[in-house]
């Protein structure tokens, strides 16, 4: 049975990019675990000779003609930034200064 | 008198427009108007467009007046679309904090084939957040109610979308199913409901959830409607690569030949995994009652079994939250939507995890997490590969059923409407709700759900859900219309039409208490 400790939340929630409070740390971990427990039961079907699906279709390599056609303008693309500056994407700083 | 307009089927509407016996304004104000009236309790709209909508249905009425053909079955039909499709002239949120207000700047391809289709969308329907949820609940912007009672959820994700139609607000919606999100409403909210074979309805300007699931579709009160949207809202898209290069399946022609109520020499399966324990037993009553009529309707009815189907759910629940927590990384307020701490002091990380903290909610986080923990090194084996060999299992059971059945059949839902909040703070009870529908999703194939009346119990609607193979939608439609005219005359007419509140009724523009119950 899959435990998940607080800790592993907080490890999960950094990867993911979610800023989670403390409070959410104890309600996350026990659901996660609940859940996990559930869909630990995909373990108990006997599947090493079963190739794995990805995808319903089955379609590989799907090409249209290469023909080019109009993408969206400039003020298009920047129409729903949250900050732009001098027709770009106004984003904070990515580096750390020191 | 007339009934209201707003009781008419979307075919009916369109024949009196395209007759020009009605005009479409008329037809969009009356609805418009129902909106205006029912809706502050019901809450499935997030937005209205009434100035474009009238603008769309005048150009409808405009080109009759000159005599063009209309522009399809459907041209003049008030719609509500499902909030996760791309309009460039209303908002798209996906129900989500972190989308607020946001003006795509592009249409989806669904939007685009229906403005060209002279349909008339009067606005954007509530949904759980990003489509995650079975009761609409998960939306930042509230609730939609159960127009069959406003105490229960209407299902999810798209709870906003069958609410509308159940309430007669639209004759027509768009959904989308991930893992039941248009059949499970369509169910409780006493609606036809189609998931369309995977690939069948462009995803082009859908906003993904799991991409590999994620399939649009119908959402109408007749079976003959749900066909005549299918087929104005399917067809190959070379904007989505997974979309199908063939025609669209003959649904309304199947739709049409099944009114004529004869299924001798359709084999009907009955999904053993479906019906036991933890199903309502109102809700299996009305299922053998809905077997005994295909029976009657000259259908060979067996029992076929589908062990995998057991293992469907938590596969699903590790597949879809996995394929999630990939597509919404792409929330991370740069380039659209929400934007948190951007005070000159904070780097581009820090922004971004208090952006996507205060834009999602719980459901969402709690999916996003499931997802990375079953991809993380390690886990990915045991989890999300196994997962995917089960996808493989449940494919081939459906292949081994289809070798002996047309069309599979179950109920589409364990249980009838539940309570509004109920289960919101149980994830894996929400779950459930979806067992019956999600083997499809995975597989693929094409499912439907269509009123099978009222549960026994509670006198809240049953769905009978229909499965056909893959690019076979056309059965589905034609077994689900049989049974839909054998149904409404054993019942003395449509489920849709004895909402509570509103039987016998036929003065337009009823009071808002009659509507709800009050």
Known sequence: ?????????????????????????????????????????????????????????GLTDVYRADIPRPGLTQEQALSGAPASEAGRFRVPRILDES | MNAPLTRLSASELAARIHAREISAVEVARAHLERITAVDPVVHAFLHLDAERALAAATATDEGLQRGDPPASPLAGVPLALKDVFTTVDMPTTCGSQILQGWRPPYDA???????????????????????????????????????????????????????????????????????????????????????????????????????????????ART?????????????????????????????????????????????????????????????????????????????????????????????????APSECSSNLARFDGMRYGLRIGDDGSRSAEEVMALTREAGFGPEVKRRIMLGTYALSAGYYDAYYGQAQKVRTLIIRDFAAAFEQVDVLVSPTT????????????????????????????????AALSVPAGLSDEDGLPVGL?????????????RV???????????????????????????????????????
């Open chain 1, 1 to 57: 049975m899959p435990t998940i400790s607080r800790d592993e939340v907080a490890h999960l929630a950094r990867l993911a990019r979610l800023a989670v409070t403390e409070e959410e740390l104890d309600l996350f971990a026990g659901q996660l675990e609940v859940i996990l427990t559930s869909v630990a039961r995909v373990s108990e079907v006997a599947a090493e000779d079963i190739p794995p699906t990805s995808h319903a279709v």
């Open chain 2, 109 to 219: 391809t669904v939007t685009r084939r229906l403005r060209e289709a002279g349909v008339v969308i009067l606005g954007k329907t509530n949904m759980d957040e990003f489509a995650m949820g079975s009761s609409t609940e998960n939306s930042a912007f509230g609730p939609t109610r159960n127009p069959w009672d406003l105490e229960r959820v209407p299902g999810g994700s798209g709870g906003g979308s069958a609410a509308a139609v159940a309430a007669f607000e639209v004759p027509i919606a768009i959904g989308t199913d991930t893992g039941g999100s248009i059949r499970q409403p369509s169910a409780v909210t006493g609606t036809v409901g189609v998931k369309p074979t995977y690939g069948g309805v462009s995803r082009y300007g859908l906003v993904a959830f799991s991409s590999s699931l994620d399939q649009g579709g119908p959402v």
């Open chain 2, 223 to 319: 079976v003959l409607d749900a066909a005549l949207l299918h087929q104005v809202i399917g067809g190959h898209d070379p904007l989505d690569s997974t979309s199908i290069d063939a025609p669209v399946p003959p649904v309304v022609q199947a739709a049409r030949a099944g009114a004529d109520g004869d299924l001798r020499g359709v084999r009907v399966g009955v999904i053993s995994q479906f019906r036991g324990e933890g199903y309502q037993p109102g809700v299996l009553r009305a299922f053998e009652l809905a077997i005994s009529r295909l029976r009657e309707l000259g259908a060979q009815v067996i029992e076929v079994s589908c062990p995998s189907f057991d293992h469907a759910m938590p596969a699903y629940y590790l597949i």
């Open chain 2, 414 to 445: 364990p249980t009838t409407a539940f309570r509004i909040g109920e289960r919101v703070d149980d994830p894996l009870a929400m779950y459930l709700s979806d067992l019956c529908t999600i083997p499809s999703n995975l597989a693929g194939n």
């Open chain 2, 465 to 477: 859900q229909v499965i056909a193979p893959a690019l076979a939608d056309d059965r589905a439609y």
């Open chain 2, 480 to 518: 689900a219309a049989a049974y839909e005219v054998a149904r409404d005359a054993a019942e003395g007419g449509p489920l849709a039409q004895r909402l509570p509140g509103l039987a016998g009724e036929s003065i337009p523009g009823p009071d808002m208490a009659e509507v709800v119950g009050l």
